[in-house]
């Protein structure tokens, strides 16, 4: 269990971001069009996780647009933004903001994405979202990188993992 906060006020989370070298758990998530994708499918890609509680947020919806900025000009690399927002919303939020390079992905359907890499919050206000994190994998599905943001209303360390997209 990882110890976060929001604003100061301790949250928990169900387990604790997986190591890097150790493979990503699998996982199936439902894009724009409500139909399914899963790990496999990005097998070959390097790969973001950009996992927050919600878009409608201003720190979940910047690290948006900064990965749409950032780290989709990188090449053979795809940013998954993962919440538990309905893809509608989604779709409605990189409408307006003119998001074009990242993909967002919705885990609303049964919450396993969340359970696998340990990010769901068990308690407090936001109890069953993800807690804010990023997690870069190889192209083989190996995780190469991971920050758990330890407050919630904080920004992750775009430079840092960025660098290791660059290395990798």
């Known amino acids: ?48 996780l950009n996992i927050f ?10 690290s948006v647009r900064q990965f749409n900025r950032e780290a989709a000009e990188l090449k ?8 538990k927002d309905l ?12 998001i074009k390079n990242v993909e967002m992905l919705s885990d609303f359907r049964d919450g396993n994405f969340g359970k696998a890499f340990g990010l769901e919050f068990v308690d407090g206000p936001l109890k069953s979202l993800h807690s804010r994190a990023v997690i870069v994998l190889d192209e083989e599905g190996k995780v190469v990188y991971t920050e758990q943001v330890a407050e919630t209303v904080d920004e992750p360390n775009y430079k840092a993992a960025l660098e290791v997209l660059m290395d990798a």
């Open 1 to 48: 269990m990882a110890i976060v906060t929001l604003k100061g006020n301790p949250l928990n989370t169900l387990g604790t971001l997986p190591k890097a070298g150790s493979k990503a758990p699998g996982f199936s998530l439902t894009k724009g069009d409500l139909s399914n994708i899963h790990l496999d499918d990005y097998k070959g890609a390097k790969v973001v």
């Open 53 to 62: 509680p919600s878009v409608d947020t201003g720190t979940c919806a910047q």
């Open 76 to 83: 053979n690399t795809k940013v998954l933004c993962v919440s």
């Open 87 to 98: 893809p509608f919303a989604q779709a409605r939020f990189c409408g307006a903001e003119g």
